[in-house]
Antibody, heavy 122, light 113 residues
Framework: EVLLVESGGGVVQPGGSLRLSCAAS????????MHWVRQIPGMPLEWVSL????????AYGDSVRGRFTISRDNTKNSLYLQMNSLRPEDTAFYYC???????????????WGQGTLVTVSS | DIVMTQSPDSLAVSLGERATINCKSS????????????LAWYQQKPGQPPKLLIY???TRESGVPDRISGSGSGTDFTLTISSLQAEDVAVYYC?????????FGQGTKVEMK
């Protein structure tokens, strides 16, 4: 059974930083791209970032590019999202999602974690 | 970015009746080289993450009941629940993966009448 468990969310002041983690199990983590998707409560889903199976390719949404950095450690079956210069509009649930291809492009999400809540507020 | 527009925003359906959700993309999601439509559907219940229902516009994910089906091609797609059950009450999202960034529709809330 595929399991994705996010951690690292919390309350942070505007301009602050936070690092999210996603621990994966139940599949061959190193074979698949991984994604971060976020959702303001009660609002639609917004894709944030992807990293290819080997870490060689990344992509970001316009709203986070230059502030967020995605990374992965295939030896630890883990995905990360370093979030800097946080803004109140970054407040959302952040989901780790498994892709279905190695590149992450042309990809949908077949498994999701339960999410971790990030609140940016003074 | 490709814009995904769902209709209606919400609908109330009686138990056992049909629910139909539409999704329109701002450009074609049909990739000519493989004749596949890069469109997925998700179901999200309150307090839960999204769950994949349909990919390639009409392929049902393992374990999804056959009363849930997807159809359409190009820019117009439909998710149909042929006989609504209580456990189908949720918000449904379409998502295009033809281009990066992948984008979602605004969601359709399905309630029991």
């Amino acid at each position: 059974e595929v399991l994705l468990v996010e951690s690292g969310g919390g309350v942070v002041q505007p301009g602050g930083s936070l690092r999210l983690s996603c621990a994966a199990s139940g599949f061959s983590f190193a074979d698949y791209a991984m994604h971060w998707v976020r959702q303001i409560p009660g609002m639609p889903l917004e894709w944030v970032s992807l990293m290819s199976w080997d870490g060689g390719s990344t992509a970001y949404g316009d709203s986070v590019r230059g502030r967020f950095t995605i990374s992965r450690d295939n030896t630890k079956n883990s995905l990360y999202l370093q979030m800097n210069s946080l803004r109140p509009e970054d407040t959302a649930f952040y989901y780790c999602a498994k892709g279905t291809v190695g590149s992450g492009y042309g990809d949908y999400f077949d498994n999701w974690g339960q999410g971790t809540l990030v609140t940016v507020s003074s | 970015d490709i814009v995904m527009t769902q209709s209606p925003d919400s609908l109330a359906v009686s138990l056992g009746e049909r629910a139909t959700i539409n999704c329109k993309s701002s450009q074609s999601l049909l990739y000519s080289s493989n004749n596949k439509n890069y469109l997925a559907w998700y179901q999200q219940k309150p307090g839960q993450p999204p769950k994949l229902l349909i990919y390639w516009a009409s392929t049902r994910e393992s374990g999804v009941p056959d009363r849930i089906s997807g159809s359409g091609s190009g820019t117009d797609f439909t998710l149909t629940i042929s006989s609504l059950q209580a456990e189908d009450v949720a918000v449904y999202y379409c998502q295009q993966y033809y281009d990066t960034p992948p984008t979602f529709g605004q969601g359709t809330k399905v309630e029991m009448k």
